[in-house]
DNA sequence: CACCAGGTTGACC
DNA sequence: GGTCAACATGGT
């Protein structure tokens, strides 16, 4: 790409494990549903609770809007933290409904974001996905992979200083926010805390010593 | 058995 | 502005 550090990163980590082509779902709203239910669990359980969503019919904006919540409860188990992600995603599939999920994705970046916000449930890193995987407009998502990946080569910064930081040195590119965050989330999940950080292939520009 | 996972919230300083 | 316990299941 381009000679920043961070551009550097893209270049080593698009080398080493090839386009990962994120994110993983069928529709703009089965992203929506897959961002909440992923937070602070393994996409395995998540990918369970999709299927059967779909098998109940209640992947689409309105009819997951009307679920049993009781029946949603059961299909959201696998992902941790249920109760709360069973009825914020009823809540969240409403607003999609009321307001028309076309009408919420055409919104202007910033907008999206802050309205993504005020949901219950959708926190930073959420809304970004949302706004980068779902409506398609260029936001970089910074999560805890992110942040401990960036602390090994020496960068540390609370998420909204880290996300002007990538935003402000990448090109403004949306295949590339979103092929970069799919890199460090699966380098991390495949390389980090198991092999040690002087067979990582960041060591280069490792400026912490170790 | 202990620990962590692609996080958010509300309470507190 | 930052920190902390809750929230809960499933896999090493």
């Given amino acids: 790409m381009e000679n920043g550090t961070l551009c550097r990163v893209y270049d080593l980590l698009l ?4 386009p990962q082509h994120w994110w993983p ?3 703009a709203f089965e992203v929506v549903i897959g961002a909440l239910l992923t937070q602070q669990t393994k996409w395995t359980n998540v990918e369970k609770t ?3 969503l779909k098998k109940n019919n209640l992947h689409e904006v309105q009819t997951l809007a009307d679920a049993d919540i009781e029946l949603l409860k059961e299909l959201v188990r696998s992902c941790g ?6 009825s914020r995603l009823k809540e969240i599939a409403s607003f999609f409904a009321e307001q028309g999920i076309e009408n919420v994705f055409s919104m202007p970046m910033e907008g999206l974001r802050n309205t993504m916000l005020s949901l219950k449930g959708v926190g930073n890193e959420t809304a970004d996905v949302i706004v980068l995987y779902a409506a398609n407009k260029p936001k970089f998502v910074i999560d805890a992979y992110t942040r401990r990946m960036m602390k090994c080569i ?3 910064g609370n998420y909204m200083q880290l996300q002007r930081m990538f935003e402000t040195e990448l090109p403004e590119d949306i295949d590339i926010y979103k092929e970069y965050h799919a890199l460090i989330v699966e380098y991390s999940k495949a390389y980090c805390g198991r092999k040690r950080c002087d067979e990582c292939i960041l060591k280069e520009l490792n400026e912490n010593g170790h």
Wanted: hydrophobic share 35%.
């Fill in 25 to 27: 779902a069928d529709t």
């Fill in 81 to 86: 933290f249920y109760r709360q992600k069973a």
């Fill in 50 to 52: 999709i299927i059967g």
């Fill in 154 to 156: 020496g960068i540390e």
């Fill in 15 to 18: 080398d080493e494990l090839g």
